[in-house]
């Protein structure tokens, strides 16, 4: 009987150990979700010298923040280099090395290689569009031209 109520202290022991050890370490089970972001979804107007801000759920290791993780591809620049700021803190911002070209459509691409500071990715790659404003134009056409066809088929102008 002493030798099953030894076995029995002994695995309470280690059962209590390693329960004080996972509280003590809080782990990380939830992945980062995106919050606001800016420019947001679909946005028009952008200026041509925006930063692009997202913001998390929680604090992101800025070590997995890059081109490749936070990637920005404009339809006429192509993919656009940049500083990233905020490492350690739950808002990333990117100011881009050069200005977007007016006119043109941006994609933003966060991929799964983005983690919290507990090593959790996002759970699924989230990409979202804007454009940038465009520059005035006169709006003036050339002359005005009419033409006309007859019956016959010839053409006059």
Known sequence: M??????????SAVLLFT?????????????PTITPHTPGQNAVDVAVNTNIQVQFDEAINGATVNENTFNVD??????????????????????????????????VTLTTGIKNAGGDALAAPYTW??????????GAFGPQQIISASANGARRV
């Not at 006429?76 to 990117?94: Q, R, Y």
């Not at 569009?129 to 006169?138: G, I, K, L, S």
């Open 2 to 11: 002493k030798r099953g109520l030894q076995t029995t202290v002994r695995f």
């Open 19 to 31: 329960l004080s050890l996972l509280l003590l370490s809080e782990p990380s089970f939830a992945q």
């Open 74 to 107: 404009g339809s006429m620049t192509g993919e656009m280099a940049g500083a990233f700021s905020g490492a350690g803190t739950d808002t990333i911002t990117l100011n881009p090395t050069t200005d977007f070209e007016p006119g043109e459509v941006v994609t």
């Open 129 to 138: 569009q804007f454009t940038v404003e465009a520059e005035d134009a006169t």
